[in-house]
T-cell receptor
């Protein structure tokens, strides 16, 4: 079946502009995660959505970062007033619903490479 | 605090050699999950294995095998008879107990180069 898809695959933006990154999870997966991969910081968790529960935003690096998930499916990560240190690959992952005693693996999308000039 | 350490930054082997990638983790949780992911040059993270903290049995899948030892907090990954297609960055990851978010804490990754 279809995997996690992300768009755009590449985004170049000028410092100070806002950007939106999109993630379409695997159908039926209710958990959705955003991560960031950069040379200096490795792979970092950003935010997590599960069904209608309040998202876990503990990994967002600043209030310039926000994300939403509409209809329990597609998610958008928004970065306002981009800075050069925001340059990274932004990865989205989805997994089946967490259940008591079980944690399912996350399947990752191809990522969006963001370059802030 | 939870932490994953992959001490080997880069490993280079010749095809058909066996290679072991080390992973050491730290956690205060009694229930946790460990994962390995592969990131080939194409960039997409590929799931390899999931292991929960109550299952210490070693696992073998083809040329891949995993050795989980709670006593040393290690979850090592061995590739037998390596092939050029195994060249990639390999990440070990730890997740909190499933009652929480399940977010992954990744190690820094080990770059494996398999030469023909």
């Amino acid at each position: 079946g279809a995997g996690v898809s992300q768009s755009p695959s590449n985004k170049v933006t000028e410092k100070g502009k806002d950007v939106e990154l999109r993630c379409d999870p695997i159908s039926g997966h209710t958990a959705l995660y955003w991560y960031r991969q950069s040379l200096g910081q490795g792979l970092e968790f950003l935010i997590y959505f599960q069904g209608n529960s309040a998202p876990d935003k503990s990994g967002l690096p600043s209030d310039r970062f926000s994300a939403e998930r509409t209809g329990g499916s597609v998610s958008t990560l928004t970065i306002q007033r981009t800075q050069q240190e925001d340059s990274a690959v932004y990865l989205c992952a989805s997994s089946q619903r967490l259940s008591s005693g079980s944690l399912y693996e996350q399947y990752f999308g191809p990522g969006t490479r963001l370059t802030v000039t | 605090a939870q932490k994953v350490t992959q001490a080997q930054t880069e490993i280079s082997v010749v095809e058909k050699e066996d290679v072991t990638l080390d992973c050491v983790y730290e956690t205060r949780d009694t229930t946790y999950y460990l994962f390995w992911y592969k990131q080939p040059p194409s960039g997409e993270l590929v799931f390899l294995i999931r292991r929960n903290s109550f299952d210490e049995q070693n696992e073998i899948s083809g040329r891949y095998s995993w050795n989980f030892q709670k006593s040393t907090s290690s979850f090592n990954f061995t590739i037998t008879a390596s092939q050029v297609v195994d060249s990639a960055v390999y990440f070990c990851a730890l997740s909190e107990a499933p009652v929480y978010t399940g977010k992954l804490i990744f190690g820094q990754g080990t770059t494996l180069q398999v030469k023909p």
